[in-house]
Nanobody, 114 residues
Framework: QLVESGGDLVESGGSLRLSCVASGFVFSNYVLSWYRQAPGKERELVALISDTGNVVRYADSVKGRFTISRDNAKNTGYLQMNSLKPEDTAVYYC?????????WGQGTQVTVSA
């Protein structure tokens, strides 16, 4: 399973770091992604990191502001979010994928006030 934490209410321009702790599978084999879903909108991919951490990708809307990382020794992934904007308000989910298997977390709420 995956368990996210770190969501909170923050003012515009602020920062948060989300964590995603994995258990029950070999985390280091899995590609890790962060998604978000705002009210009334579809879930969208925010960032992705390869199993070794050598490859990262970001949605255009968060490039330069968000940083995805992972610590395989701790079975944990992170999403550092800086310069937050009200439009970043959403439930954030982590997802781990390996071949045909995927695992989702339950989500953590991020709210950015104007």
């Amino acid at each position: 399973q995956l368990v996210e934490s770190g969501g909170d209410l923050v003012e515009s321009g602020g920062s948060l770091r989300l964590s995603c702790v994995a258990s029950g599978f070999v985390f280091s084999n899995y590609v890790l992604s962060w998604y978000r879903q705002a009210p009334g909108k579809e879930r969208e991919l925010v960032a992705l990191i390869s199993d070794t951490g050598n490859v990262v990708r970001y949605a255009d809307s968060v490039k330069g502001r968000f940083t995805i990382s992972r610590d395989n020794a701790k079975n944990t992934g992170y999403l550092q979010m800086n310069s937050l904007k009200p439009e970043d308000t959403a439930v954030y989910y982590c997802k781990a994928v390996f071949e045909w298997a995927d695992v989702w977390g339950q989500g953590t709420q991020v709210t950015v006030s104007a």
